[in-house]
């Protein structure tokens, strides 16, 4: 069953040869160079054009952004992870998502548009009104973003670096960040978006090729079939007795997506409506999603870009959870290991090494130059998620933090903040890194998930009701967030205090608390705060008509003008708010090199009067569609619609 072959590299699978090391040094010195580009071709001195590219962003960059942001090296390492633990059932994590892409395009972007915002926190204001709600999401996304993206790409981009270079963690993560970071904090949106689509071309490719050196392996998918049932490892005694058959064999229903709803380790209703709810929160609510899609030149461009994104999120499965089961069928006693000792011995960490499938799969089957190619695919993967969430999490820090604190500060001062509290972002996150490497039995996706459940939820609910149901108001909204969050902390906090246990040393957490499934425990969270909102809300004085116009689903189409629920107060910070003097002084060359590096050099031009600012607001609120271009992009969605629908019931 394992071929010898693989094995017999392992002492010298380092990339340490020219030909590896020359094609790692060409992808940095084309992706710098297509970053660079983007970041002279863009304008970068303003909000707008730092945040939302301008608005003017085709379909295909944003389809190719919206999957790059998505595919971390996060996903490379936790579904081959969670592949090679437990079978196919991972994968439906990535199908459900062509349903929510749907939905957003077609339901929450028009809406987002309308409404004329640049973060989901600001939506949330114009909404309900007052700053508590805003100011509470922005700082939960941020967190979010700490606890689930980016420490947990962090760890899994630096963990294959280690592998493949032989290098410390930490100095592996120093070197992904020192190169992410100069074109995250110069470039923009822009920046992001292009170096993105690179990403993807680049993911795709070494994916592909990875995936076929694996399958003609081990003799094709009707081979991997019969051997993964069989890829148990060599040594299953501990402390002089043997471990139980269950902590070591492969699960019976591993080519089964939906799952006993008691006994499965993905119950199938929790995979279907507890899923839905994450993927509503993280498609249609998340900053780093939506804000690609805000940054299109027209609603049809921006729901192409959600279709592409679609048929993109049907490679997964078999581009990297299939891969992590051969990975455990070649490598039964690294990948599958039981005994704690072994563990430590081949990972680090004595709770299972399944994260290690995909990272050993590169470096012991790929040859010479592939391995550097394979090596430069994580690195995009894990540079393009971080620059999208770098980029939407100064975002929102910017203009839904750090605007409440300095409500007179000018916008360089603002662009210079949004970059600053990036490098912040960073330090939390290297320290979160060690619990990510314990978390969930050392399954990283499970961990991603089951954080996402427990905080996740109350924020979709809000987003749902505040779109679809206009009787929400705003103190049903924050108490309903506020319940949420603390019964979410209960659970989080619990189980890390606990810790999640082993197969052999089961936790000892409350079964009434860690004994609910994350995706149960979401779907319950879920269906608590939508009570509590509507509670709430209904017993609470309801929001005039007069200031929901095109903020919800029934007044979307409404022309009159709204009413924005704290009009007064924004009329008084604007009031008060200085305009920057012009700079009449002459800089000097580093001085200069600085603003343009930074893009805070002077916007140079004729200030716009009333009436173009005016055209400039109608143009970025424009839903309006070319009929022709509008049926193209239905066509398509019902297609990948059906293609979901099947493959669902193909792998039931």
Request: proline share 4%; with cysteine.
């Amino acid at each position: 069953m394992e071929n010898p072959g693989p094995v017999a590299r392992s002492t010298s699978g380092r990339i340490n040869n020219t030909l590896d090391i020359s094609v790692i040094v060409v992808y940095f010195v084309v992706v710098m160079g297509v970053g660079l580009w983007a970041m002279r071709a863009s304008s970068r001195g303003t909000v707008g054009g730092f945040f939302l590219a301008n608005r003017n962003m085709l379909w295909w960059p944003i389809g190719a952004s919206l999957f790059a942001s998505n595919i971390g090296a996060g996903h490379f390492v936790g579904l081959a992870g969670t592949g090679a633990a437990s079978g196919i059932a991972i994968g439906a994590f990535e199908w459900n998502a062509l349903f929510l892409l749907v939905f957003l395009g077609w339901i929450f972007v028009p809406i987002y548009i309308r409404a004329g915002v640049v973060t989901m926190p600001e939506y949330l204001k114009k909404r309900f009104g007052g700053q508590r709600i805003q100011i509470y999401l922005s700082t939960l996304s941020l967190l979010l973003y700490i606890f689930t993206k980016i420490s947990a790409d962090i760890f899994s981009g630096a963990m294959f670096i280690k592998m493949a270079l032989g290098l410390d963690i930490y100095l592996a993560v120093f070197l992904l960040l020192a190169v992410t970071g100069v074109y995250t904090v110069t470039g923009g949106l822009a920046a992001v978006i292009y170096t993105d689509t690179l990403q993807t071309v680049i993911m795709l490719v070494g994916s592909l090729l990875l995936m076929g050196f694996a399958f003609a392996k081990v003799g094709g998918y009707q081979g991997m079939v019969e051997k993964y049932m069989k890829a148990i490892p060599s040594i299953i005694t501990y402390e002089n007795s043997t471990i139980e058959a269950s902590c070591y064999s492969p699960r019976q229903d591993a080519f089964h997506i939906f799952r006993d709803p008691f006994t499965g380790d993905l119950p199938w209703p929790g995979l279907t409506f507890g899923l839905s709810i994450l993927a509503l929160w993280y498609w249609c609510t998340d900053q780093v999603i939506v804000q690609r899609c805000l940054s299109a030149k027209s609603l049809s461009h921006a729901k192409a870009g959600c279709v592409m994104c679609g048929y993109l999120k049907l490679l997964p499965m078999f581009l990297m959870v299939m891969p992590g089961m051969i990975s455990r069928i070649l490598f039964p006693d690294k990948v599958a290991c039981a005994v704690p000792s072994e563990c430590q011995k081949h990972c680090g960490t004595e709770v299972g090494c399944t994260n290690i499938a995909y990272p050993t799969l590169v470096v012991e089957l790929m040859p010479d130059g592939l391995r550097g190619l394979m090596l430069a695919v994580v690195w995009a993967s894990l540079m393009s998620s971080l620059t999208s969430i770098f980029n939407s999490a100064s975002t929102l820090f910017t203009m839904d933090i750090y605007t409440k604190v300095r409500k007179t500060a000018t916008e360089r001062e603002l662009m210079i903040a949004g970059r600053l509290f990036i490098i912040l972002l960073l330090a939390i996150s290297i320290a979160w890194v060690p619990i990510v490497q314990s978390a969930q039995s050392g399954q990283l996706f499970d961990y991603i998930q089951s954080i996402t459940s427990y905080l996740g939820p109350p924020i979709a609910a809000v987003f749902l009701l505040a779109v679809f149901y206009k009787r929400v108001n705003e103190p049903g909204a924050f108490w309903g967030l506020i319940t949420g969050l603390v019964l979410g902390l209960i659970r989080m906090t619990t189980e890390f205090v606990y810790g999640s246990g082993t197969c052999m040393a089961p936790s000892s957490c409350p079964h009434i608390i860690c004994g609910v499934h994350y995706l149960y425990f979401a779907m319950i969270l879920f269906s608590v705060v939508t009570v509590v909102i509507v509670g709430v809300s209904l017993v609470t004085k309801p929001i005039p008509d007069v200031n929901l116009y095109r903020l919800c689903w029934s007044l979307r189409n409404v022309r009159e003008d709204r009413v924005d629920l704290d009009e007064g107060k924004i009329h008084e910070e604007v009031e008060e708010s200085p305009q920057e003097a012009p700079q009449t002084t002459t800089k000097g060359c580093f001085k200069r090199a600085y603003d343009f590096f930074c893009g805070l050099e002077v916007q140079k031009g004729p200030k716009m009067t009333e009436e173009e600012e005016k055209a400039m607001k109608i143009k970025l609120t424009d839903v309006s569609e070319t009929p022709f271009w509008r049926n193209i992009v239905n066509i398509n969605a019902i297609i990948l619609l059906a293609v979901a629908i099947f493959f669902h019931a193909y792998f039931a």
